[in-house]
């Protein structure tokens, strides 16, 4: 069963970075297809990246597209890593990280392919 845990949120001023991170600990050997998404206070949540299962692909929404990165742990397989650069004030957002529990998604954009969620980690970008 996966259970999913970010950490890495917080304050930051216009411009910043940030890295956030998502391990599954509920399988620690495991090596699954990941996604970001995030959602502002009144609307909806929002893909931002997404990382393959057998190949480690990866995809990112348009609005940070050569801004973010995601990437996974070269030994921690189950732990995936949000590196959030030129953050601007519209980036403000509570960050989900998730997964599916059986571990057969090969890759994903769409929150209805993920059914294991963290609980988020709220990310706040100052102007």
């Known amino acids: 069963q996966a259970q999913l845990v970010e950490s890495g949120g917080g304050p930051v001023r216009n411009g910043g970075s940030m890295r956030l991170s998502c391990t599954d600990s509920?399988?620690?050997?495991?090596?699954?297809?990941m996604g970001w998404f995030r959602q502002a206070p009144g609307q909806d949540r929002e893909f931002v990246a997404a990382i393959g299962r057998i190949n480690d692909n990866t995809f990112y929404g348009d609005s940070v597209k050569g801004r973010f990165t995601i990437s996974r742990d070269n030994i921690r397989k189950n732990t995936v890593y949000l590196q959030m650069n030129s953050l601007n004030p519209e980036d403000t957002a509570v960050y989900f990280c998730?997964?599916?529990?059986?571990?057969?998604?090969?890759?994903?954009?769409?929150?209805?392919?993920?059914?294991?969620w963290g609980q988020g980690t709220q990310v706040t970008v100052s102007s």
């Open positions: 509920g399988r620690p050997f495991s090596k699954c297809a």
């Open positions: 998730a997964t599916d529990n059986r571990c057969t998604v090969g890759f994903a954009i769409v929150a209805r392919s993920y059914d294991s």
